[in-house]
């Protein structure tokens, strides 16, 4: 198994999203690698968490991530957070992305969960992706 590749993964999915017209249409530059720090308020994008299995064979190492783009917003409803969850979802699915190491053989969806965070009025959509990578 190889974790190596895993830190370009996260720069690789970070630049596509904040590239990709569709998300900054609705987020402008609101994609973190992690929450913003103090109170919630606002609508942003968080990168969050990842979990790693080994998929290496004879030909190469290599690793599944499956990693979790999350949808923050305040706003009323449901429909603000569905809206940039399409965009994500349609931006990273099948995606071809150029890493800094290793290469990314795919990226598909895997499924998603909305919820109310707490009593708050705060909206949380986490996006779940599965990304095939291979260390060569």
């Not at 990273?92 to 499924?111: C, E, N, P, Q, T």
């Amino acid at each position: 198994m190889s974790y190596g590749v895993s830190a370009a993964l996260q720069a690789a999915v970070y630049q596509h999203l904040a590239n990709d017209a569709s998300v900054t249409a609705l987020v402008g530059s609101n994609i973190h690698d992690d929450v913003p720090p103090g109170p919630l308020s606002g609508t942003f994008v968080s990168l969050g968490i990842e979990d790693v299995r080994d998929r290496s064979d004879k030909t190469a190492r290599g690793a599944l991530h499956i990693l979790t783009v999350s949808v923050i917003t305040d706003a009323a409803g449901f429909r603000t957070a569905k809206e940039i969850a399409v965009a994500i979802s349609d931006s990273l699915s099948d995606a071809a992305l150029a890493l800094g190491r290793g290469s990314l053989v795919y990226i598909r969806f895997d499924r998603a969960r909305a919820r109310r965070l707490g009593n708050s009025d705060t909206r949380r959509i986490d996006l779940r992706f599965h990304a095939r990578v291979d260390d060569t």
